[in-house]
């Protein structure tokens, strides 16, 4: 009997002795799954189960298919723009669960700039539809509407359920300073171009001196919010320790990496469709209607845009979680003067639309009072309901006169 016959072979060892791989004898469509999805992680049946069918909201995902019917058969100018209008919560719903779940498995600083990207995605995506249609007005309205509904509006609600469950909440007052030192940084960069409009008014330059100045802005404050997430994440990531402890809780993942990123590019092009479809169908609807197209712009567009945003900031403030909540809020507002605002700029010069950082002058003043509150009300790390108050009284004296406009 020869060496060989008297070693039996291991179950899983092939005909040289080698331990063979368990995975090379599973079936072909199990390796191909193990290939897109990690150990641990939801398949993707559940990944896409939970996606679609996790929230009561995803019942409206049903006028994403009546906006696009609404727009190519040209129905009443209100019933596109209502269609569209409701289409995308739930798609901005979708747009924040597909992040989320993407940043857990990224790490700190790919999660921060993917936050940083696709957090105010509904922004972007209605800044450019409208930028392309010229519409600048919208452009411009609806950024600065975004600023105050989440300083104003959001942060107001949060300080008002906070106070409800408590009579004060303390929160980190060193990281919140900082955010809103950045947000009036970019308040400030807003004024500049209205004050150098004013004093150039009569001058033959002027309009090219002011695309000029947006420009060179532009740039500069993409480059400060580069170095603010570097700050965040990296050299001075422990003044902001207590918002990153709060936000993270173990739990257990709902998609895989990989249908998440496919989730979110999906949303990302429908939005871009519903987006497109709402913007053409502002100015049939101001006019028809009598409404403002700067109410429009300022007021609705923001809320239905930062949705999901403004539920997740007063769920965590109920919870005591008050750094997350200034997070969400200031940190929003800081993403879309900071990044989005600069990024529309830019994407305006390449493709020969003169978008400036010129807003009319009741805009500046209005939205540097509202940083000015802002800044005074958090600078002490503590909040109650009357402060909640101040900021939402503010944002509705702003929508009143913005109505009547």
């Not at 359920?161 to 960069?189: D, N």
Request: proline fraction near 3%; charge should be negative.
């Amino acid at each position: 009997m020869s060496p060989h016959e008297d070693t039996p072979l291991l179950p899983h060892s092939n005909a040289n002795g080698e331990n063979g791989h368990a995975s090379q004898r599973l079936p072909l469509g199990q390796r191909i799954v193990k290939l897109f999805k990690a150990e641990g992680e939801p398949s993707w049946l559940q990944s896409y189960r939970w996606f679609i069918f996790g929230s009561y909201a995803n019942i409206l995902l049903l006028f994403v298919p009546l906006s696009a019917v609404a727009h190519y058969s040209d129905w009443d100018a209100a019933l596109r723009f209502s269609f569209s209008f409701l289409a995308i919560v739930p798609l901005a719903k979708l747009l924040g669960d597909a992040t989320e779940s993407l940043s857990v498995k990224l790490g700190e600083t790919l999660a921060g700039l993917l936050n940083a990207t696709f957090g105010n995605a509904v922004e972007i995506i209605v800044g450019v539809a409208a930028l392309f249609r010229d519409e600048i007005r919208i452009v411009q309205t609806s950024m600065i509407g975004s600023i105050l509904s989440n300083i104003l509006l959001v942060l107001g609600c949060s300080f008002l359920a906070a106070g409800y469950e408590r009579e004060e909440s303390v929160f980190q007052v060193t990281a919140a300073q900082t955010s809103s030192s950045l947000m009036t940084l970019a308040c400030i960069t807003l004024v500049i171009p209205a004050a150098y409009h004013i004093t150039t008014l009569s001058a033959p330059d002027s309009a090219e001196g002011l695309v000029i100045i947006s420009r060179g802005t532009a740039i500069v404050l993409l480059l400060v919010y580069i170095a603010y997430l570097w700050f965040q994440l990296k050299t001075h990531h422990f003044l902001f320790k207590s918002a990153i402890d709060a936000s993270e809780e173990e739990e257990e993942p709902h998609m895989n990496v990989l249908a998440a990123a496919f989730g979110l590019l999906g949303v990302t092009i429908i939005t871009a469709f519903c987006a497109d479809y709402l913007v053409a169908s502002i100015e049939e609807t101001a006019e028809r209607y009598h409404i403002s197209k700067t109410f429009i712009g300022l007021i609705l567009l923001p809320i239905v845009a930062n949705a999901a945003e403004h539920v997740t900031s007063i769920w965590m403030a109920m919870k005591n979680k008050m750094e997350l909540t200034i997070t969400i809020c200031v940190g929003s507002s800081i993403q879309i003067a900071s990044f989005v605002v600069p990024l529309l700029v830019i994407v305006g010069w390449i493709t020969g639309h003169e978008l400036s950082l010129y807003f009319k002058d009741f805009e500046t003043v209005v939205l540097f009072v509202s940083v000015i509150l802002v800044n005074t009300l958090i600078q002490d790390g503590k909040s109650n309901y009357m402060e909640g108050l101040l900021l939402l009284a503010l944002y509705f004296i702003i929508a009143l006169a913005y109505y009547v406009s």
